[in-house]
């Protein structure tokens, strides 16, 4: 299985496309193709057939898959764009922040 440097839940700021600079948080992640999916960004019109959950059908907006390069976490404690960094405390893996230096797990 592919390793992403973000998961699902985290807070992430967009760094390339249409929607740069924009942040929101992983509302999916899809690391077998290295994509993860941003609530609010990447917006997409997709045409729904009639069903029996969807009475009206019609055209939805949805987010679209980014790919995960784009993307770059924002730390809870200092509020930036950051890279990580990981570090071993009691015997689990923890990511850091690089530039404040605090856990974020």
Do not use: F, W, Y
Request: glycine share 8%.
């Amino acid at each position: 299985m592919a390793k992403m440097h973000v998961r699902k839940g985290d807070k992430v700021r967009i760094l390339a496309g249409k929607d740069k600079g924009k942040e929101g948080e992983i509302l999916r992640s899809l690391p077998q193709s290295q994509r993860v999916v941003v609530e609010g960004c990447n917006m997409m019109k997709k045409a729904q057939r009639p069903t029996q959950q969807n009475q009206q059908g019609g055209i939805t907006t949805m987010e679209a898959p980014l790919h995960v390069s784009n993307v770059m976490l924002v730390c809870p404690h200092c509020k930036e764009a950051t890279r990580l960094a990981k570090k071993r405390v009691d015997g689990k893996r923890v990511r850091v922040c690089k530039k404040c230096g605090k856990d974020i797990d």
